[in-house]
C-alpha cells in the first residue's frame, strides 16, 4: 500500500497501492518511457467497494507560481469497457476548494475519456473546463498544470502523449481559483490522487512521476520532486 511510504498518507476511502509494470494485476505491462518501475493506482478488481485515494502534503513559498505534474493512465477493468460511467479518476490540489480540480470523465462509449478542470470563472462560480476531450483508455499521458497564486489562477496547462510524444499547450485566461479575480489566493498544501470506484464500474486511474516543483523563472525550479520511481515518491531538493 501507499500509505506511510514518503509521507503519503490516506485521507478516506481505500488505500492507493503500489505495483510494478512488470508484474501487476491490471495486466499493465508497457514500462513507462519515462522511467520508472513502479506506479501507483487504486485496488484490483474486489478489493474494497470505495474510492481509492493517496494524499501527500507540501509547502509551498509564496510569491512563486508552482507546477504540478504527473503521468497517468486511466482504464476500465470490465469485461465490457463499454459499461464504464462516470469519472475515472481525478488530481486535485489541496484544499480542493482552493486551487482546481483535474477530473478524468469517460465518454460515450468508454473507449476514451475527457480531461476537464474544475476552476472558477470571473465572477467566481465554479465550472468545468473542458480542455482534452478524446483521451484513449489505456494509454500513457502526462499533465503538467502551472499555477500562480499571486495572480489566483491556472496560467498554463500541458498534455504530453507519452506513446507518441505529441504535446498540447493551453494558455487559459479565466481558469480562476477561489473567488476569482481579486481572491485569497491560498498556497496548496498537498495534492490528492483519486480512483472513482463505485458499484460494479471498476475504473482504474494509475499515476507515476508525481511531480511539485515552484517556478522562480523559465526552467529554474526549486522546491522538490517526488518521482514515483525505486519505493516510491523520494524527494529531493534543488537550490
Known sequence: MLTGQQDWYLPSGNDYNVYTYADNPFDMTAVNPTGGAQFAAGPPPGVGTTHARGQHDETLSAGLPVLYGYDFNGMSLLADPSLAAS??????????GDSHIAVMVWNSPADTYRLEYVVNDVAGNDFRASAFPALEADHRYREEV??????????????????????????????????????????????????????????????????????????????????????????????
Open 87 to 96: 469519472n475515472v479518476g481525478s488530481f486535485s490540489v489541496q484544499p480542493s
Open 146 to 239: 502551472i499555477v500562480d497564486y499571486d495572480l489566483n489562477r491556472v496560467i498554463e496547462t500541458t498534455l504530453t502523449d507519452l506513446e507518441t510524444g505529441e504535446t498540447t499547450t493551453i494558455t487559459p485566461a479565466d481558469w480562476y481559483l477561489r473567488d476569482a479575480p481579486g481572491g485569497e489566493g491560498n498556497l496548496s498544501t498537498g495534492f490528492r490522487m483519486f480512483n472513482f470506484w463505485a458499484g460494479d464500474q471498476n475504473n482504474m486511474m494509475a499515476f507515476d512521476n508525481v511531480v511539485v516543483q515552484q517556478i522562480p523563472e523559465p526552467s529554474t525550479f526549486v522546491l522538490g520532486v517526488l518521482a514515483l520511481v525505486g519505493l516510491l515518491a523520494a524527494r529531493r531538493r534543488r537550490r
